[in-house]
């Protein structure tokens, strides 16, 4: 597969140009491309247009002073390592939960935010929304969405998991979010399917997923509003992240 199948496919799935677009990928699934990760950010870019903006998350884990021109992004995979790394694309500068942009809305995208939440409607995620971007999900399903979280904060889930996060030489803090497994994300698939706001197909050799992000915050919303615990895993499955999340709600109140 080379870049300009890859466009091909990017169209044909309803990237639009000129457009805002999130991307959450596993290069592993999208492979092989001549020209490798590069080449797959090139297309991206090139589905968006040169009035596009692309934007994608890099992470880091927070043990260490965050420098965004050079700090390595953590379980984020090779593209988005790639990308952040990459002459004109701007890097936001929370400590833990950066993004990184290029094109006419990077520097709005990317601008400061607070420390918590990370992904709240200041956030880069939050700005992607504003701006009426897509959300493209590239081998990975909605538990690797960011923008999840953002309908998590604006819903006021009554979870929250404090993490240290060090913001500066010998100097640590705790950083609140709505942390769990995030596999109840999953969810989204039926209820977007439902209203036919999820356009997917393949790209490269992956299943790939491209719903507006409004869309996406929208539905998750409403189901936060019918039941606010929706996303996490029933106690019974003991799983340990969730039950940390519930274990947060009395701290919460």
């Excluded at 991206?44 to 700090?71: C, K, N, Q, W």
């Excluded at 990975?140 to 996060?165: G, R």
């Excluded at 509003?225 to 999340?245: K, T």
Aim: hydrophobic letters at 40%; aromatic letters at 4%.
């Amino acid at each position: 597969m080379n870049r300009e199948q890859i466009v091909t496919q990017l169209r044909a799935l309803g990237v639009r140009e000129g457009g805002v677009l999130l991307v959450h990928t596993s290069f592993r699934a999208v492979r092989p491309i001549e020209g490798g990760p590069r080449a797959l950010i090139d297309a991206l870019r090139d589905a968006i247009g040169r009035d596009g903006t692309l934007v994608m998350p890099t992470m880091t884990d927070g043990e260490s002073v965050f420098d965004p021109a050079s700090t390595p992004t953590l379980d984020m995979g090779i593209v988005a390592e790639t990308f952040w790394r990459e002459p004109g694309v701007v890097r936001s500068t929370h400590p833990g939960a950066s993004f990184a942009a290029v094109g006419p809305h990077a520097q709005e995208i990317c601008a400061p935010q607070p420390l918590s939440p990370p992904h709240g409607i200041e956030s880069p995620v939050g700005h992607v929304h504003e701006l009426g971007g897509q959300v493209l999900l590239l081998g990975v399903e909605h538990s690797e969405s960011t923008t999840v979280h953002l309908a998590e904060s604006i819903a006021q889930v009554p979870y929250s998991v404090e993490h240290p996060c060090v913001i500066a030489e010998a100097t640590t803090i705790l950083i609140a979010e709505t942390d769990h497994c995030c596999i109840g994300f999953r969810k989204l698939d039926t209820w977007l399917r439902a209203r036919d706001l999820q356009r997917e197909g393949r790209v490269g050799s992956a299943h790939a997923r491209l719903c507006d992000a409004r869309d996406v915050v929208r539905v998750a919303v409403e189901q936060l509003e019918r039941d606010p615990l929706v996303f996490l895993c029933e106690a019974s499955a003991r799983c340990e992240e969730c039950d940390r999340a519930r274990a947060s709600i009395d701290g919460c109140r």
